[in-house]
């Protein structure tokens, strides 16, 4: 089977740091439960054909892949979410600002409460190893150019989706307080096979079980709508 929103690919100039809106702690098996209800919801629910976030973080600090690189249902192990060119797939997570940027969402919600130590861990070792493998400056600011349509705005280079030009929500919450814990971390640290940064990175996990529950909280959070960015 095909996808119905075929992948489009283009050079990471953004890493967009989310959180889903669901309930917080889950790791293991809820949180791939949550992740196939957040799947069902993007893909079907709201008709993408796909999840919108490119990667996501469990409370145990797991990584996920997210959006799909492949024209199939399957992509055959793949775990960079890129291309052979090291272009990034174009996913559905910062409306207006999807083309060239990388969305994470770490499972939960962080309007009062901070995330796990673990999921921070893991969220910093994910942007740091993609900091580095793209040239990005993790603390620093720049110009994006929407790579459709041309439009220039400079934002932080790892911005919470609230930092996001014209993205108003919330996410990823009061307790986001920018990435300086990045710098913690060794820039591109480890990557090797299905590891990158140190923490473990699972493709999407099979079926689409649809959940009201956490359908609903995929869409309170509002994030990422789809486009074109035209």
Known sequence: AQLVWPPVFQTAQKLVVHHTAGANGEMGAPARATIRAIYYYHAVTEGWGDIGYNFLVDAAGTIYKGRSTSQFLLDNGDTSGENSLAQGVTAGHAYGYNSGTVGVALLGTF??????PAAKDGLAAFLAWKAGAHGLDALGSSLYTNPVNGTQI???NVPGH????????????????GPAFVKCERPGSGVAGARHGGRHVRRKPAGARRSPERGNAARRHGAGRRSEDR
């Open 162 to 177: 609230q930092q996001v030009p014209n993205n108003t929500t919330e996410c990823p919450g009061g307790s986001w307080g």
């Open 111 to 116: 309007t009062t409460v901070d995330a796990t």
């Open 154 to 156: 400079g934002f932080p």
